[in-house]
């Protein structure tokens, strides 16, 4: 299946996507910025821009047309709350996060860290545990905290060292720590797994907590991660005994190879990440070349439905959002790996932007069929890096909602209830973190957690309140615990 849109033709940033897709291949392969202390482990980083796009971005500042540096700008209906700097106790980047009770979890290059939130307007750090292994994304389950490792490692212990990925003896995959005193997280398991894990995404049921692992490779280099690594490792954890997780299966989910693409799309060699929806039995993945949609009934075993490709304006399916009754899903295109400059008049409103998805048919005959794009309509510096990236949906009553962070685009409240004219509501950005080079940096994931809206920013952690008679409903909606890539019935 293809997209059933067809763009005008249009001149593509040919020049900066090759920048960003040389950018990322390098800190893939050979480590990360200097913000990551430990190398090999992936962090993006940093790069030159042309004279005249430095002084476009000089003249968009002076102007007001953008924030500048060390400022921030936001919509009426905004409020910033709180920030909290990043600490220099984990020097890597601070990447996903995952809610429960009143903690949040945010993943970091070098580990993960907790943050008491009972106070959103003072949220506090109670929590940093060093152990590194690539961005670390974490979800919460209980009294289990789940981190993904692909960074390869010289073996699975918090103490490991980064080890070339062609090494056969290398370690990645999953780590499992006990967080039932979250003052004192306590390693208790690791499961290796084919290809690492990139993200991972948890399906609970009574006794067993199944992960599914998504990840994939982009060099030959990687012995474990070259095609056809078409698949998802399935790893299972016995809820009572976490120290007996093991690998349960790998299922290949694109046994024809996937799809090729040109020189701005992706090969589907794995998921990048996958949202699963336990009480429809459903989940979306987010696949490079191609968004899937999944039957889940068998949790241990997830098969396809359908697959839906759009060579002609996605680049990298990123990740993906279920609307409320299952009936839509968002799928994010992180064009450039998330380190270039996407978000401005050249490149357009369609690449690097959303798709917006009907699931249609009943059963197996479920198809996802496209309705429209959106992206931000605020225009970045081309020292900004900003793309489509990680967010939630806001709970409104009778609506369906997002918001959804951008890089340094920023955090953006968005109303996709008609599918085909979406439209931004709410907005908070910073400036560019540099006027002079194109830096990474700004809003990983924009998550909505009880009433707030929490950002991981690479300033730290960003607390934001929506005030709004289109989302004003969703202050009664409470949750006991949040994985974004779990989504949850709201009620």
């Known amino acids: 299946m293809t997209s059933l849109h067809s763009p005008p033709q249009r001149r593509r940033r040919r020049g900066a ?3 960003a897709a040389a950018l990322l291949a390098a800190a893939c392969l050979a480590g990360p910025a200097a913000a990551a202390p430990d190398p090999g482990d992936g962090a993006p980083g940093t790069g030159d821009v042309a004279e005249s796009e430095r002084a476009e971005t000089l003249a ?13 700008a936001h919509s009426d209906n905004v409020t910033p709350l709180a920030n909290v700097p990043h600490s220099a106790a984990l020097a890597g980047l601070n990447t996903d996060l995952a809610f429960q009770g009143d903690y949040a979890f945010a993943g970091n290059y070098d580990g993960f860290v907790v943050y008491d939130i009972s106070r959103p307007a003072a949220p506090e750090i109670v929590t940093q545990v060093l152990c590194p292994g690539g961005q670390g994304d974490v979800t919460v389950n209980g009294d289990l905290l789940i981190m993904s490792v692909d960074s390869s490692r010289s073996d699975d212990s918090c103490r490991s060292t980064s080890r070339p990925a062609s090494e056969k003896d290398a370690w990645e995959g999953i780590r499992v720590f006990d967080i039932s005193d979250v003052r004192n997280p306590e390693y208790v398991a690791a499961v290796e797994t084919s290809c690492g894990s990139h993200t991972h995404t948890v399906v609970p049921e009574r006794r067993t907590l199944w992960v599914y692992v ?5 060099a030959s280099d990687f ?3 070259r095609p056809p690594h078409d698949g998802i490792s399935v ?3 016995p809820v009572a005994a976490p120290e ?11 046994p024809d190879g996937g799809f090729g693409g040109d020189a ?4 589907t060699t794995g998921c990048h990440d996958i949202t699963a929806y336990p009480a429809l039995d459903l989940a979306a993945g987010a696949c490079l070349g191609d968004g899937v949609l999944f039957d889940i009934s068998d949790p241990a075993r997830p098969a396809v439905i359908d697959v839906v490709r759009d060579t002609d304006n996605f680049a990298f399916w990123h990740s993906a959002t279920f609307s409320q009754d299952g009936d839509k899903i968002v799928f994010t295109d992180e064009l450039g790996g998330g380190v270039a400059a996407t978000c401005d008049e050249e490149t357009g409103d369609e690449f690097g932007a959303n798709g917006i998805y009907h699931v249609t048919g009943r059963g197996d005959d479920r198809q996802l069929t496209f309705q429209s794009y959106f992206k931000i309509p605020r225009h970045q510096a081309d020292t900004e890096n900003c793309v489509a990236h990680n967010g939630s949906l806001i ?14 685009g920023g955090v953006s409240i968005w109303d996709f209830t008609d599918s085909d004219n979406p439209r931004e509501i709410g907005y908070f950005e910073r400036g560019p973190v540099s006027a002079d080079t194109l830096t990474f940096g700004g809003s990983w994931s924009a998550y909505y957690y009880n009433g707030h809206i929490y950002s991981s920013d690479q300033a730290g952690l960003d607390v934001l309140r929506i005030d709004d008679p289109r989302t004003n409903s969703a202050r009664s909606v409470r949750l006991d615990e949040l994985n974004v890539q779990t989504q949850p019935v709201y009620r």
């Open 244 to 254: 007996r997780a093991e690998l349960s299966s790998f299922d290949v989910v694109f």
């Open 214 to 218: 998504s990840s994939y490779g982009p």
């Open 264 to 267: 701005d799309s992706s090969a």
């Open 395 to 408: 709970p409104a009553a009778g609506r369906d909602i997002m918001v959804q962070a951008w890089y340094q």
């Open 223 to 225: 012995p474990d991660c």
């Open 60 to 72: 968009a500042i002076e102007s007001g047309a953008i924030p500048g540096v060390d400022e921030t």
């Open 235 to 237: 790893v299972e954890v």
């Open 17 to 19: 996507f090759a920048f």
